[in-house]
């Protein structure tokens, strides 16, 4: 095996393709590694390139930890943030690493979706940036070619300041997400909600949305129609952390929370 | 693969097989045996050391990734001559089962009350929500460790 310890973002995009592995924090890569289910050819070490920690203002780069995000973070994703794994886990992962395993209980994908952020990706040949919804192809699928890199998370200016994150799982700390949501609200009443572990990519409630937004001052039955719009269109599977039923009641309950929150 | 890094204050060189992980290379090549080897995916926090001033999870640390590093383990939080402060107040509250999970516990509070001499019972806990004790021991060691910051206050 070959590692690249690259001084450049430049130095690091030439060393990307024939199979090169970007390392950021290493804590979904070691697992497969540990577990013997990849033994990498060529790594590029990202962990210490100062480039891709920048942050400013809303473009976060991809080599920013979770331990940031969750000092630093806007409202809701500085939530999610806190609940990766551990002080361990957040103190080496990075939201660029979130994004390239793109697991759907990944915690920071909801507030993406909700937020309509964008993902900035590169190669020596290019440089585009693309929409959650295009970058978010499958389970742990990414539009990112083997030859890009993923460079930052570009989020929109004048987020909403009703946010909020939350996050069903079997125990506080250290838990993969069973569902996670996150709800915005803002002044004109203007209402998002997105999900992960409901489906094999985050994915926006739509019809709950639309339904709620257009409503000033939400009443009981109008929360208790938003949860069953939310249940209703998410996508779940019965896995080993849970089942289709329980996510799809959960997901309901969970966003229906986090909308009382915001509007409280 | 040869790589060079700082352990515990003192520049070392040592062989890495790829891709093992830092815990590895500590372990069987440098012969410390302080950070333990148990679910090698993170969730334990046994493996805990502190790499160029960040806890983190050693077995999710590639090895060869850690060349230029600095890395302190358990066997190097204490002075010469006794324990650290951590170490001591476990001791004396007993805070010990069957051991397996100490030395990350004593790696992850020493991080702590590095960054902050008086932690609340909660910033404790959370502190070490990345270290599983199997024995469930975890109230004697959240009592020495509030005995930390009271023994500092005086």
Redesign the interface.
Same mark, same amino acid.
């Given at each position: 095996?070959e590692?690249v310890?690259p001084n450049s973002i430049d130095e690091a995009l030439a060393g990307l393709g024939d199979g090169a592995i970007p390392?950021a +924090? +290493?804590?979904d890569?070691?697992?497969e590694? #540990?577990?013997g289910h990849i033994?990498?050819e060529r790594?590029i +070490?990202l962990?210490r390139l100062a480039e891709l920690k920048e942050w400013d203002g809303q473009r976060i780069g991809a080599g920013v930890t979770w331990?940031r995000i969750e000092t630093h973070g806007p409202k809701a994703l500085a939530e999610a943030a806190r609940t990766v +794994?551990?002080?361990?886990?957040r103190?080496?992962g990075t939201i660029g690493g979130n994004l390239g395993t793109a697991s759907p209980a990944g915690d920071g994908h909801p507030f993406l979706a909700a937020v309509g952020a964008s993902i900035e990706l590169a190669s020596t040949a290019s440089q585009r940036t693309l929409t959650w919804q295009e970058f978010f192809t499958g389970v742990k699928e990414t539009a990112r070619r083997p030859d890009e890199l993923i460079m930052a998370v570009h989020l929109p200016a004048g987020l909403p300041e009703r946010q909020c994150f939350g996050k069903i799982g079997i125990r #506080?700390?250290?838990v993969i997400a069973t569902v996670c949501a996150v709800v915005t609200r803002a002044d004109d009443g203007k209402t998002t909600v997105a999900l992960g572990s409901v489906a094999p990519t985050p994915i926006r409630a739509t019809g709950a949305e639309n339904m709620i937004s257009s409503i000033g001052h939400p009443s009981a039955g109008d929360l208790v129609e938003f949860q069953r719009l939310v249940s209703e269109e998410v996508r779940p599977i019965t896995d080993h952390r849970s089942t289709e039923e329980y996510r799809r009641h959960g997901a309901g309950v969970l966003a229906r929370r986090l909308l009382e929150r915001c509007l409280s | 693969m040869i790589v060079e890094l700082t352990v515990n204050g003192v520049p070392v060189t040592a062989r890495v097989t790829n891709p093992g992980s830092l815990l590895d290379l500590l372990r069987d090549e440098l012969g410390l045996p302080g950070s333990k080897n148990a679910c090698e995916q993170g969730e334990c926090g046994s493996c805990s050391v502190i790499l160029d001033g960040e806890l983190v999870c050693s077995c999710l640390v590639m090895a060869a990734d850690a060349a230029g590093s600095s890395v302190t383990t358990v066997e190097g939080v204490s002075p010469d001559d006794g324990l650290h402060p951590v170490q001591e107040a476990m001791h004396h509250a007993g805070a010990v089962q069957c051991g397996f999970c100490t030395p990350g516990i004593v790696v992850a509070a020493v991080d702590l009350f590095a960054r902050n001499a008086h932690p609340s019972s909660n910033e404790i806990k959370d502190a070490l929500a990345g270290n599983i004790c199997r024995c469930t021991g975890y109230g004697a060691i959240i009592r020495a460790l509030e005995g930390v910051g009271a023994t500092d206050e005086h």
């Open positions: 095996m590692i310890h390392l +924090g +290493g804590t890569l070691m697992v590694v #540990n577990f033994r990498p790594v +070490g962990r331990r +794994g551990s002080p361990q886990i103190n080496a #506080n700390a250290m | -």
